[in-house]
T-cell receptor, first 112, second 113 residues
Framework: SQQGEEDPQALSIQEGENATMNCSYKTSINNLQWYRQNSGRGLVHLILIRSNEREKHSGRLRVTLDTSKKSSSLLITASRAADTASYFC????????????FGKGTMLLVSP | SQTIHQWPATLVQPVGSPLSLECTVEGTSNPNLYWYRQAAGRGLQLLFYSVGIGQISSEVPQNLSASRPQDRQFILSSKKLLLSDSGFYLCGLGQGPRLYGYTFGSGTRLTVV
């Protein structure tokens, strides 16, 4: 079943602008992860944020996590055409072995 | 560094034919291994995961099966494919997955005709 739900489903911006994607989930998590998928390719891990963390940065990426609202956001600053891809959030449950449940993703188009 | 190999990249198979997709990993030992499927325009659905040789957990009841005959080999199989088995199949590797996330292979696009 799908746990993470990304919003918006699609986002179109110009190079240099910031892109914000949101993710909501339903159950308790150990961590939440964001992945990027270029068209027809495999997924690339971007960032992992644990349930006891509120914010994390990696280069031009900033992720926030609000466990009380069961939501997360991914901010890409100063976007580039090469950032064009689909972005997925994935939740890792707070029990047993690590397994990821993915949302349907946000398609980001960055125009030059 | 750890790498994951998945083949073939594309596959067209008739309904009722068998399937075998192979995934092998390098540069790590005793990893968690995963098979996911992505239908067109959708997120990934977990099919199977394995935490060790011969240990397979199935998440979705269907006509697919998985095996892990060696530590670094994970195989997805079917005896008779259905049209609904079409999709993009991804093998994933988790080594310290709750610290570092997963590494995914390049995927196999399966079309059942």
């Amino acid at each position: 079943s799908q746990q993470g739900e990304e919003d918006p489903q699609a986002l179109s911006i110009q190079e240099g602008e910031n892109a914000t994607m949101n993710c909501s989930y339903k159950t308790s998590i150990n961590n939440l992860q964001w992945y990027r998928q270029n068209s027809g390719r495999g997924l690339v891990h971007l960032i992992l944020i644990r349930s006891n963390e509120r914010e994390k940065h990696s280069g031009r990426l900033r992720v926030t996590l609000d466990t009380s609202k069961k939501s997360s956001s991914l901010l890409i600053t100063a976007s580039r055409a090469a950032d064009t891809a689909s972005y997925f959030c994935a939740t890792d449950p707070d029990l047993g072995y690590s397994t990821l449940t993915f949302g349907k993703g946000t398609m980001l188009l960055v125009s030059p | 560094s750890q790498t994951i190999h998945q083949w073939p990249a594309t596959l067209v198979q008739p309904v009722g034919s068998p399937l075998s997709l192979e995934c092998t990993v390098e540069g790590t030992s005793n990893p968690n291994l995963y098979w996911y499927r992505q239908a067109a325009g959708r997120g990934l659905q977990l099919l199977f995961y394995s935490v060790g040789i011969g240990q397979i957990s199935s998440e979705v009841p269907q006509n697919l099966s998985a095996s892990r005959p060696q530590d670094r080999q994970f195989i997805l199989s079917s005896k008779k494919l259905l049209l609904s088995d079409s999709g993009f199949y991804l093998c994933g590797l988790g080594q310290g997955p709750r610290l570092y996330g997963y590494t995914f292979g390049s995927g196999t696009r399966l079309t059942v005709v």
